[in-house]
């Protein structure tokens, strides 16, 4: 698959899920980058702004399986994953799966559930497969997470992990639509939701050469050493006891290529990973507790390091 073919594909898909995410064009192309990109997607809003609808109209036009797991305190690993039970009618047990077996997988609220079962989704995110009972069951190829959480709700939450974090190729909010968008959304949506309405416009054989395609798409040596100068500068920032990982500059490289490939190029510029640098590696970063009384955030030591880091410009041409 080329570029151009890549492209024209992505493009039917924002526009497919378009039609129930108004005016939120780049949220959907980023969405779609992480994707193609092989990595797990973290959103983090206020209620009530598309994030499980973002997820519904991925999977129906994506033309995948979905399955929606609505995390709450009582929950175990074994609803997730799945577990052993005895089949009396062939007296033997056997495996039956949780909703993780699905290719898009929504963790709805992820933060109020125990760390316990959070982490049931670590094996899961980093290895495609999960184990039950001793034996290792592979998961559903292409395997996307998205996992929501509220970012005003504290009372009975609790907050992921530096290890759950590190695993989300990216981490983005969805933000207020505009008003026009908001006017198209109240006249769109007052007899039927168009998220049920979206039909397939590809299949997960055609996702996963969309994603080998990605793979294929040419990093410059200069572009690469750019990336670890950022992911460098942020592990020796006063204000960060703890910078980006290696796992964070393989994302920033990945999506990268990914953002590249949807814009119809074979080369990744500068650019695309500046524009991808602060919903990539932001998350990943731990801002000391003096700091954040002073206002520092993990966004504004990011952005610092852009600000103070050497593009190569040529590139970008």
């Known amino acids: 698959m080329d570029s151009t073919q890549l492209a024209n ?6 526009d ?7 005016g939120k064009n780049d949220v959907i192309e980023l969405a779609l980058s992480v994707l193609l990109s092989n990595g797990h997607l973290l959103i983090e809003d206020i209620p009530g702004v598309g994030k499980t609808t973002l997820a519904k109209a991925l999977s129906s036009a994506l033309g995948l399986s979905f399955k929606r797991i609505q995390f709450t305190p009582d929950m175990l690993p074994s609803d997730i994953t799945g577990s052993t039970v005895y089949n009396q009618k062939s007296g033997e047990f056997e495996v039956r799966g949780g909703p993780v077996f699905a290719n898009i997988v929504l963790a709805d609220e992820i933060n109020r559930t125990t760390p316990k079962t959070q982490a049931a989704l670590l094996e899961c995110m980093e290895e495609r497969q999960v184990t039950i009972d001793g034996d290792a069951q592979m998961l559903p190829s292409p395997f996307f997470v998205i996992a929501t959480q509220n970012n005003i709700e504290m009372s009975g939450t609790y907050p992921l992990p530096e290890a759950q974090l590190d695993r989300f190729a990216a981490r983005i909010a969805i933000g207020y639509p505009d008003r026009e968008a908001e006017r198209s959304v109240l006249s769109n949506q007052r007899h039927h939701r168009p998220v049920d309405a979206i039909a397939p416009v590809t299949s997960a054989v055609e996702i996963l050469e969309m994603q080998r395609a990605v793979r294929d798409v040419h990093v410059d040596g200069s572009v690469q050493e750019y990336i670890l100068d950022l992911v460098t500068a942020t592990r020796t920032l006063p204000a960060v006891s703890l910078g980006a990982s290696p796992r964070g500059s393989l994302s920033l ?3 990268s290529q990914a953002r590249a490939a949807l814009q119809g190029r074979n080369f990744v ?8 640098a602060l919903v990539v590696l932001s998350h990943r970063l731990i801002v000391r507790p003096d700091q954040r009384i002073r206002g520092i955030t993990a966004q504004s030591c990011i952005e610092e390091v852009l600000n103070r880091t050497a593009v190569p410009v040529a590139l970008n041409s």
């Open 9 to 14: 594909k992505a493009q039917r898909v924002v």
């Open 16 to 22: 497919a899920v378009e039609t129930a995410i108004v």
């Open 253 to 255: 490289l990945y999506a």
């Open 269 to 276: 510029k500068p650019d695309d990973v500046k524009a991808l």
